[in-house]
């Protein structure tokens, strides 16, 4: 049956205190659907073992490389990993732990916290006040190379960020926060050899997860963050896991605001060749209209009884147009960012 894709009325959140996302009963808090422009949702999950999932994934791009460092906590396994491109050489490096039981990753209920995670063969940590943000990973044995990242991030206050409910039920709900464009700096040593971050060049950015899943689930995620010309402009787009809660997680930032976009984005592509050209495009409006051009495909695949996920996350360069509500265009040109459709029983 061919989908039939909608438009969404989708709440706007306008205090500005914390808001708890659970009820004391576990059940979802109504107060906290809809989106909102800050993090004020509190992820105070409760029970529900073992469908809650907790994650925070960073990743930073450069004209050379992509670093990219995540801790998650999905009840009965922790996972800490990161991995690297250089563009260049085309030498990519990946390192995964494993915790059992998500021993050792414990993840705050907020944006703002901090976490650490350590064993034999990585040691992280990540601290976030809010304006300013601290990642740090080593690893002695990086693919037989020495690791040494050291990176700050800076969230300017004027920065909104993309935080949406998604409530499938009262039972089964997920918050997330995706934040573009937060200057990177800082150094990455693999080996003997040093990529530095330019702050006034370089872009991070957040994916933070809070939630209570079902079992079996699918996503298409697609981000990037730029300048054209004296305007800093990101992107957010999903699909497939947004389904059936009357809400979506896409929108743009355009120089520090959001224009969250109440319509379902659409990714063109061939699961069985990954590597040729994706389309992206707004269902209804003019708002997005992108070509995604693959030049890495990673692929992270687990199969572990009853945890089983495959993501290929493409690695490339964007070009096309993206229409801000005030009717200014912006023409982007192989802006180097990311695709994914990623399949998990989890």
Same mark, same amino acid.
């Given at each position: 049956m061919k989908k039939t894709y909608q438009k969404y009325i989708e709440n706007e959140i306008q205090q500005n205190t914390p808001i708890e996302t659970s009820l004391q009963d576990g059940r979802l808090n109504p107060e906290c659907a809809g989106w909102s422009r800050r993090a004020l949702q509190v992820s105070n999950l409760r029970g529900a073992w073992p469908r809650k999932k907790r994650w925070n994934?960073?990743?930073?791009?450069?004209?050379?490389?992509?670093?990219?460092?995540?801790?998650?906590?999905?009840?009965?396994?922790?996972?800490?990993?990161?991995?690297?491109?250089?563009?260049?050489?085309?030498?990519?490096?990946?390192?995964?732990?494993?915790?059992?039981?998500?021993?050792?990753?414990?993840?705050?209920?907020?944006?703002?916290?901090?976490?650490?995670?350590?064993?034999?063969?990585?040691?992280?940590?990540?601290?976030?006040?809010?304006?300013?943000?601290?990642?740090?990973?080593?690893?002695?044995?990086? #693919?037989?190379?020495? %690791?040494? +990242?050291?990176?700050?991030?800076?969230?300017?206050? !004027? $920065?909104?960020?993309?935080?949406?409910?998604?409530?499938?039920?009262?039972?089964?709900?997920?918050?997330?926060? #995706?934040?573009?464009? %937060?200057? +990177?700096?800082?150094?990455?040593?693999?080996?003997? !050899? $040093?990529?530095?971050?330019?702050p006034g060049r370089d872009f991070g950015c957040l994916d933070f997860g809070r939630g209570i899943w079902k079992y079996r689930t699918f996503w298409n995620w697609s981000s990037f963050s730029t300048r054209v010309g004296a305007d800093e402009v990101g992107i957010n787009l999903g699909a497939g896991w947004t389904e059936g809660s009357g809400a979506t997680e896409n929108g743009l930032l355009i120089n520090g605001r959001v224009e969250k976009l109440s319509e379902d984005v659409i990714f063109e592509y061939d699961p069985a060749h990954f590597m040729e050209p994706w389309k992206l495009h707004t269902a209804f409006s003019n708002q997005v209209n992108l070509v995604f051009t693959p030049f890495y495909e990673r692929v992270a695949k687990t199969d572990l009884w009853i945890l089983r996920s495959e993501a290929h996350q493409m690695i490339g360069s964007f070009s096309g147009k993206i229409n801000s509500l005030d009717g200014r265009s912006f023409h982007v040109q192989d802006v180097i960012g990311w695709a994914e459709d990623h399949q998990a029983r989890w």
């Open positions: 994934y960073w990743c930073i791009v450069t004209p050379d490389f992509l670093f990219s460092v995540t801790l998650s906590n999905i009840d009965y396994l922790g996972l800490a990993f990161a991995y690297m491109l250089d563009f260049k050489s085309k030498l990519f490096i990946e390192q995964t732990s494993m915790a059992v039981l998500g021993r050792g990753c414990d993840l705050p209920e907020t944006v703002e916290g901090s976490a650490h995670f350590h064993d034999k063969e990585m040691d992280l940590s990540f601290s976030d006040d809010g304006h300013f943000i601290v990642i740090n990973l080593q690893s002695a044995n990086f #693919k037989g190379k020495k %690791l040494d +990242a050291r990176i700050h991030l800076e969230r300017p206050e !004027r $920065t909104e960020s993309i935080n949406v409910m998604i409530p499938w039920n009262d039972e089964q709900y997920h918050f997330t926060s #995706k934040q573009n464009c %937060l200057p +990177a700096g800082g150094t990455v040593q693999v080996g003997d !050899r $040093t990529y530095t971050l330019d």
